[in-house]
């Protein structure tokens, strides 16, 4: 509408224009239109070349569909033509038609009859060859169909000639599944010693039967599993579970005894032979008994290892077998018919089975009664109960037997079936097949087959091993991962994903835990109470050279025993982690009774408690003076604060390592270069607390045996403290090999075996998440106090040694004396004699490092002594300097030799002696030019001993001022 009204409008617009009288506006109007006439007739001429094309198209196509319309209309009337003939023709020939299909489905008939009598001709072989390359599931279904098609009364059942060949397929059956029942047992309880290179990992079974189909292109006993599971479906086509079920279960028993007598021979055989070429020294039986003795255990363990191994398999075959026939057609239902309702046949008769001969075999090598095997199952399992009172009747009668048969005056009969000659073929036949059958048993035991009929040649059964409580700690570990992954496999056969903490303990368990606990355990706690009373028995022996190269120093042997102790208690805790706890305690105990045995010795030793031999003369004994100054706490303060003391305890880390060596040596020559510190105030406190009294030979420790044995018990309790320590840092750790480490010649009785799953680790971490290590630290904290008492009173009693000596020498002795009497004093000698003595002595039985320690600053210490003791000099004259400076010289020169330094403090007591040779105003001008040297009491002493020596011209107190006056100017 829009176009439209566009377009009237503008046709009035030009209507105006033309009718307008402007002649100039009507020309350029009438242009304008006849352009637009001719652009719209240029856009006419474009629509009709564009669509001309397709419209000759159209016409084309529509002429081609006629012609075919037409086409197909004359080929439908000559198809309708010529089926209205054929009709024709069959409505004349439908008879004759008839006829003839009647008869090609007769002979149709025929020729499968004859091809199906043919290939049953074939079944036998067929059977047979399927049968050879183990695919029982073909040969079990094509013998059934077989069978199935003679047994059907409309066909090949009216065979006459097929009648023997049907009796003949029924007895394959038969024997098939005996076959079949054979190849169950063979798989289940196959043989894996005879090669040593399968002997040390079994094939891994499970109940997992998810679409498993036999082919013929594979090899079914490739897979063991499958191979069960095909067995099985055999046996289900042949519908002869029922009586699998029963061959398996009345079996097991037999089957798993005769698995151990394997497994026996077995280790007999293979393994024996292996310890005995370690020791080409011994030949013959001297050598295998010389193995056994010293081998036994692993014997035991070996042998143990080749049961379970058995063992996990016969446990994995038989689940599944009986997965398959749960997975079978009315399963459950044939093996709650088949099995006997003390005896079932499922998983846990099996396992249970399994732990019954499990637990004799152990009872025999710990030398227990079998009743506590049977006392580990519940009181209402009658299985076992049965079991046990069969096998008792059975080895009564054995019992009864071998006795009549091995009595001095045995009865013989006059006609007996077991004197004749076809008593003695079939006793022959059957020991021949007997050793064919079993080649994997030993000379020895193919020798030990009991005659049936004679009842001889009937011996005892050796065992691998001495029967002991000790094999306990070589097989918990494997006997408990076994029982673990038995359970583990229950668990997931009975589809339970409880964690293993939370499942039943089964019997196997509480059996060995109940024996290690109720029976193992004692007996190590008496075991180790009486090796500790031998060993404490004399505490302060030492040993007489080092006895093993992880002790550094010459010990005490009770801390080696002790050391050994732990080492074995900390192999049984390798061996039995289940009871960490309680080893781990007592541990703590033996530790805790050796510290209080050391302290009480260390006590004896400084005579800090009375001995019953001192009851005679308690009077007369005296404390030693290092001990009273040990007592005194702000004494041991300045020892512990003193830098040298701080630097031993740096390096006392690594004195026991020799990786560390060349550190140590290093850190040594960096002390050596520094300079010494000030020890006035470790002196100082020494001497204050004996005052003007005398040390008299009472007050020291001058027995070289007890000097020697504070030593040994110092470096003894260091060690066994670092050794515990080392202990306690590999359980913090959760490191089982980093505990086995520290023990490799002194350990457990057998080989730890760290492989085990991480047991150990997770047993120990939950011990220490309980905290129970932490007495251990208190221990340790103990034993170094002890240790360090021992040091520090060594360097006490060397202080009071020089106090027994230096006292009476500067106190008592004459230095007015003549030119004859200028040699040193006596004590002065004797003092540098005792101090070599001392050196030799503790340097035989310490680290060079702690004597070293022992002896550091002892020349100050003297020096300290010399100078504050001139004040009890009553008198002297130039030759008594020279005398007490010659005495100094000696100290300075044997405490050099043993410092392996140059004792430059006794030069400050050099340089105070000398100074009496000097006036007491030369003294006050050395004072004024080089500082004061020593303190104002000290040269007081010294200005008092000049005044009452040498007539001075000086008077004494106004020397004294002039010296108040220096020290108040200068200091």
């Known amino acids: 509408m829009a176009d439209g009204g566009a377009q009237v409008q503008k046709l009035v617009e030009i209507i105006n224009e033309l009718t307008s009288d402007d002649r100039a506006r009507r020309d350029e109007i009438k242009d304008e239109v006849k352009r637009e006439l001719d652009t719209k007739g240029e856009l006419l001429e474009a629509v009709f070349q564009r669509h001309h094309d397709m419209f000759l198209d159209s016409v084309r196509a529509f002429v081609d569909v006629a012609d075919c319309m037409e086409d197909s209309k004359s080929r439908l009337d000559t198809l309708k033509q010529?089926?209205?003939?054929?009709?024709?023709?069959?409505?004349?020939?439908?008879?004759?038609?008839?006829?003839?299909?009647?008869?090609?489905?007769?002979?149709?008939?025929?020729?499968?009859?004859?091809?199906q009598i043919e290939k049953i001709r074939t079944v036998p072989n067929?059977?047979?060859?399927?049968?050879?390359?183990?695919?029982?599931?073909?040969?079990?279904?094509?013998?059934?169909?077989?069978?199935?098609?003679?047994?059907?009364?409309?066909?090949?059942?009216?065979?006459?000639?097929?009648?023997?060949?049907?009796?003949?397929?029924?007895?394959?059956?038969?024997?098939?599944?005996?076959?079949?029942i054979q190849e169950l047992n063979d798989t289940i309880y196959a043989d894996i010693f005879l090669n040593r290179a399968t002997s040390v990992a079994p094939f891994e079974f499970g109940p997992n039967l998810q679409s498993v189909t036999e082919t013929l292109e594979e090899d079914p006993t490739t897979n063991p599993q499958q191979y069960l599971v095909f067995t099985m479906n055999a046996l289900a086509v042949l519908q002869r579970i029922p009586d699998t079920i029963k061959a398996l279960r009345d079996g097991l028993k037999s089957q798993l005894s005769h698995t151990i007598n394997k497994a026996l021979a077995y280790a007999e055989e293979f393994i024996l032979p292996t310890f005995v070429s370690r020791d080409e020294s011994f030949a013959g039986k001297e050598a295998t008994a010389r193995a056994e003795d010293q081998s036994g255990p692993m014997f035991l363990v070996a042998l143990l290892s080749h049961v379970y191994v058995r063992m996990s398999r016969i446990f994995s075959g038989h689940a599944t077998v009986l997965a398959a026939i749960r997975n079978s057609r009315h399963g459950e239902k044939m093996l709650r018919t088949a099995s006997d309702h003390l005896r079932p046949y499922n998983e846990e008769n099996v396992w249970r089975l399994i732990q019954l001969e499990i637990e004799m075999l152990l009872c025999q090598y710990l030398g227990q009664d079998e009743q506590l095997a049977i006392s580990s199952f519940s009181e209402d399992d009658s299985?076992?109960?049965?079991?046990?009172?069969?096998?008792?009747?059975?080895?009564?009668?054995?019992?009864?037997?071998?006795?009549?048969?091995?009595?001095?005056?045995?009865?013989?009969?006059?006609?007996?079936?077991?004197?004749?000659?076809?008593?003695?073929?079939?006793?022959?036949?059957?020991?021949?097949?007997?050793?064919?059958?079993?080649?994997?048993l030993s000379q020895d035991s193919?020798?030990?087959?009991?005659?049936?009929?004679?009842?001889?040649?009937?011996?005892?059964?050796?065992l691998l091993c001495e029967p002991s409580s000790l094999n306990i700690a070589g097989i918990f570990k494997i006997t408990v991962l076994f029982a673990k992954n038995i359970t583990s496999l229950q668990a997931e056969i009975r589809g339970n994903k409880e964690p293993t903490s939370t499942r039943p303990r089964c019997a196997l368990m509480k059996f060995l835990e109940g024996y290690v606990k109720h029976a193992f355990l004692v007996e190590v706690a008496q075991d180790v109470k009486d090796k500790f009373h031998t060993a404490t028995e004399f505490v302060d022996k030492p040993t007489d050279d080092h006895t093993c190269e992880y002790a550094p120093r010459i010990l005490l042997k009770s801390a080696l025993a002790v050391n050994d102790l732990i080492g074995q208690l900390c192999g049984l805790f390798l061996d039995l982690p289940h009871f960490s706890s309680d080893i781990l305690k007592e541990m703590i105990n033996v530790l805790r009774n050796f510290t209080d045995t050391c302290t009480g010795h260390y006590h004896r030793l400084a005579r800090l408690v009375r001995t019953r031999h001192s009851s005679v003369s308690r009077n007369k004994e005296k404390g030693l003076l290092s001990a009273e100054w040990l007592k005194k706490k702000h004494i041991m303060k300045t020892i512990h604060e003193s830098s040298n003391y701080r630097k031993l305890k740096e390096v006392e880390e690594h004195l026991y390592s020799s990786v560390e060596r060349e550190v140590i040596s290093e850190k040594k020559q960096e002390e050596e270069e520094e300079e010494s510190k000030d020890s006035a105030e470790e002196t100082s406190v020494l001497l204050k607390h004996i005052a003007d009294r005398y040390v008299s030979k009472s007050d020291t420790l001058t027995d070289p045996h007890a000097l020697r044995s504070i030593a040994n018990l110092h470096e003894s309790m260091a060690w066994i403290s670092k050794r515990i320590d080392l202990v306690l840092q590999a359980l913090v750790n959760r490191s089982p090999q980093q505990l086995s480490?520290?023990?490799?010649?002194?350990?457990?009785?057998?080989?730890?075996?760290?492989?085990?799953?991480?047991?150990?680790?997770?047993?120990?971490?939950?011990?220490?998440?309980?905290?129970?290590?932490?007495?251990?630290?208190?221990?340790?904290?103990?034993?170094?106090?002890?240790?360090?008492?021992?040091?520090?009173?060594l360097r006490l009693e060397i202080r009071s040694h020089c106090l027994m000596h230096l006292l009476p020498a500067v106190r008592k002795s004459n230095?007015?004396?003549?030119?004859?009497?200028?040699?040193?004093?006596?004590?002065?000698?004797?003092?540098?004699?005792?101090?070599?003595?001392?050196?030799?002595?503790?340097?035989?039985?310490?680290?060079?490092?702690?004597?070293?320690?022992?002896?550091?600053?002892?020349?100050?210490?003297?020096?300290?002594?010399?100078?504050?003791?001139?004040?009890?000099?009553?008198?002297?004259?130039?030759?008594?300097?020279?005398?007490?400076?010659?005495?100094?010289?000696?100290?300075?020169?044997?405490?050099?030799?043993?410092?392996?330094?140059?004792?430059?403090?006794?030069?400050?007591?050099?340089?105070?002696?000398?100074?009496?040779?000097?006036?007491?105003?030369?003294?006050?001008?050395?004072?004024?030019?080089?500082?004061?040297?020593?303190?104002?009491?000290?040269?007081?002493?010294?200005?008092?001993?000049?005044?009452?020596?040498?007539?001075?011209?000086?008077?004494?107190?106004d020397m004294l001022r002039q010296l108040a006056d220096v020290f108040h100017n200068l200091v």
Request: aromatic fraction near 6%.
């Open 815 to 957: 230095y007015n004396c003549d030119v004859e009497q200028i040699e040193a004093d006596p004590q002065v000698v004797l003092l540098c004699k005792d101090l070599s003595a001392l050196h030799e002595l503790l340097l035989a039985s310490l680290h060079p490092l702690k004597v070293a320690y022992l002896f550091d600053d002892l020349d100050a210490f003297v020096s300290e002594v010399l100078v504050q003791n001139l004040i009890h000099i009553k008198k002297y004259n130039e030759h008594g300097v020279r005398r007490m400076c010659r005495g100094i010289f000696a100290l300075q020169q044997a405490i050099s030799t043993i410092t392996k330094k140059r004792a430059v403090e006794l030069d400050r007591a050099m340089k105070y002696y000398e100074l009496l040779n000097e006036r007491p105003s030369e003294v006050l001008q050395g004072l004024y030019a080089n500082g004061c040297a020593y303190t104002e009491e000290e040269y007081r002493a010294l200005f008092k001993l000049m005044s009452v020596s040498q007539p001075w011209p000086e008077d004494h107190d």
């Open 82 to 115: 010529g089926l209205q003939q054929c009709k024709l023709l069959l409505q004349i020939n439908r008879k004759t038609v008839e006829q003839l299909w009647l008869e090609s489905q007769e002979h149709t008939h025929m020729v499968k009859l004859l091809e």
């Open 741 to 793: 480490e520290m023990w490799v010649d002194v350990g457990p009785v057998y080989d730890v075996l760290l492989d085990d799953e991480g047991l150990t680790q997770e047993l120990i971490e939950l011990l220490v998440t309980q905290n129970q290590p932490a007495p251990l630290k208190d221990i340790i904290s103990d034993i170094r106090k002890v240790s360090d008492c021992c040091l520090v009173l």
């Open 383 to 440: 299985m076992i109960r049965l079991l046990h009172k069969s096998v008792s009747t059975v080895s009564k009668k054995d019992q009864v037997n071998t006795r009549r048969a091995f009595s001095e005056n045995p009865t013989e009969t006059l006609f007996s079936f077991s004197r004749s000659q076809n008593a003695i073929e079939e006793t022959s036949f059957d020991k021949e097949r007997s050793l064919r059958q079993d080649s994997s």
């Open 126 to 180: 067929d059977v047979d060859a399927l049968m050879e390359t183990k695919h029982h599931v073909h040969a079990a279904k094509l013998l059934t169909r077989t069978t199935s098609s003679l047994d059907d009364g409309d066909s090949l059942g009216r065979v006459r000639a097929l009648h023997e060949l049907h009796r003949g397929l029924n007895d394959r059956v038969i024997s098939m599944h005996k076959v079949l």
């Open 446 to 462: 193919r020798h030990a087959l009991v005659d049936t009929y004679t009842n001889r040649n009937v011996p005892a059964v050796r």
